[in-house]
């Protein structure tokens, strides 16, 4: 793609004000890229990371399911019921964010899920119901942080997107549009030179007399 | 479609918008450990009036590592500054303390000059892994 020259008026300070411009610009190019490098490289750790979270939650849901239809096999559906109706609990969440490299992300975190006590009569229940409670509060846990992660790659991918689209900018278009616009005033320049000097030979001969 | 001229206006609007966004996030003031501890949501207030939020898992993994003392000495969030000249390395600003856990997090010695700590990117994906709230980066325009 040919570069695209800035319209600038052919002028010493315009000179001086592109030769600035272009100095910040790569310095901003230098500081897109090494942020993008670390977007990429907290990206890639959030993938790995959710992948990991996503195979916890599809082992942990089946042995959930398996401790409740035992528990519920035990002690009749009924009866179950009518004990989980004691066990309600509000779940504490602290919500807030974090920053990576200027990308704001969710940040949860679940508090309170493990009880000494859960509700139900201990008398009433068996062990197949303390295990089925105790899966059910660790698959709480991991789906908590399976949906911060989850977010957060999509923010971080959202970022990289529009952080590349930027460096992209600069790399191919305004740095050597900056370029050519600065290499064509000074020909400019130079042809401006070349005039005045045959000017002023001519005007010389001119001026000789005879 | 813009003509040449709002091109070049809108890419200089980006760039202005993307150095205030660098260092938007970084804390009015760090914290040290042991407060964070007492604390019920564990947080600091950055520099664009948001809060951010450290977990509390990690701010415990922190304090297994390292005794009482150097925890009212250790200030969060650490501060990771990366900077071009530098190459592939990033700097962590800070003083013995933070030297103790980044050679114990990454189970080698390192090395501090003039209170920085100077790490390497596949190092820092390591300490980022099990640092996640507790370290921020920090972009110094002024060494570009």
Known sequence: MPEQLIKVRPTKIELIRLKRRLSLTERVQK????????????????????????????????EVYKALSLASGYHGYLAL??????????????????????????????????????????VDTSSCVDRAAQLCEKCLETI?????????????????NRTKRISNALEY???????????????????????????LKRVKVLLQPG | MPDKLTYQRILQEYLRDELR??????????????????????????????????KRKELEYLASLIDSDEQQA??????????SDQGEAAVILGEEVEENIISKILGMPV???????TIYRPQLALLRKKLKTTTQYIFSPARY
């Open chain 2, 74 to 83: 250790l200030l969060l969030p650490m501060l990771i500054e990366l900077s």
């Open chain 1, 81 to 122: 019921e009518k004990e989980f109706m004691a066990t309600e609990m509000n779940l504490k969440v602290a919500a807030g964010s974090r920053n990576i490299a200027g990308v704001r992300t969710p940040s949860f975190e679940l508090g309170g899920t493990e009880r000494a006590v859960r509700g139900y009569s201990l």
């Open chain 2, 21 to 54: 966004v660098l260092n938007a996030h970084l804390p009015r003031k760090q914290k040290p450990l042991s407060d964070l501890l007492r604390e019920e949501y564990p947080h600091v207030v950055c520099n664009d009036g948001s809060t951010y939020l450290f």
């Open chain 1, 173 to 199: 278009i305004m740095i050597p549009g900056l370029q050519a616009t600065i290499k064509y005033l000074y020909m400019k320049f130079e042809e401006r030179d070349r005039e005045e000097k045959a000017r």
């Open chain 1, 31 to 62: 500081i897109v890229k090494d942020r993008l490098s670390i977007l990429t490289l907290e990206f890639l750790q959030t993938a790995r990371e959710t992948v990991e979270a996503k195979k916890k939650l599809v082992d942990e849901f089946p």
């Open chain 1, 144 to 160: 908590v942080e399976l949906a911060e992660l989850q977010r957060s790659l999509e923010l971080l991918g959202m970022e990289i």
């Open chain 2, 111 to 117: 090395t501090r000059k003039q209170a920085r700590i």
